[in-house]
């Protein structure tokens, strides 16, 4: 991409992204951030207090993968399946649920 002067610009956003920023809890339930970042083809997940919980590299990335989308299968169905008791996650509040009044 080029500036308005034919230059290209010095300052600009990683391509493609190397980490994304999300809300959790920790093990007291305080909200917190966390990271999933990847370096030179590995992936690192941190927890709220910053410091690397683990890190997957190749055949492990994609077992991962799996088994985390199973696990977001089976949490669907658990919510589907039960009483409705709780609201979708407001954008307002990240990381938290609103009882249904």
Known sequence: ???????????????????????CTDSDRDLGVCEVAVNDGTVLIAG???????TLEMDDIALFRAALDAAIEVAEH???????????????????TSPVS
């Open 1 to 23: 991409m080029e500036s308005n002067n034919g230059y290209a610009p010095i300052i600009a956003l990683p391509n493609p992204r190397r980490s994304w920023l999300l809300h």
């Open 48 to 54: 709220p207090d910053n410091e690397v919980l683990f």
């Open 78 to 96: 658990d919510l589907r399946t039960r009483r409705p008791r709780l609201l979708p996650r407001d954008q307002t509040s990240p990381g938290r």
